[in-house]
């Protein structure tokens, strides 16, 4: 089973601000979206490349190269030209400190 992974303290994220952490080897981008947090896989399943630093729209985020858009909540494609969900994570608060863990392998 794999181990939570510290990301940041709680209140260190405002609404929309987002985190990249490494959880045994993919990037992880966390997410603070209306006090909630949610996590996805920071690769957009269209051609690979990072897309946290893409434009957020309530709960969706919109991949900076071509336009491709996911819900952060669910990892569900919206828009194409992806047609492959992105991998979420489980996010949790636990003492104080925003965690992740990718349990895909567990």
């Known amino acids: 089973m794999s181990d939570w992974i510290d990301v940041t303290p709680e209140g260190s994220l405002q609404n929309g601000e987002h985190v990249v952490v490494d959880v045994d080897g993919t990037q992880v981008a966390v997410f603070m979206i209306d006090g909630e947090y949610y996590a996805i896989e920071d690769v957009c399943t269209h051609d690979g490349a990072e897309i946290a630093s893409g434009r957020l ?50």
């Open 57 to 106: 729209e309530g709960c969706e985020i919109v991949c900076p190269r071509h336009g491709a858009r996911f819900c952060l909540k669910t990892g569900k494609v919206l828009k194409p030209p992806a047609y492959e969900d992105l991998p979420c994570f489980p996010v949790r608060v636990e003492r104080g400190m925003i965690q992740v863990r990718d349990e895909r392998w567990d």
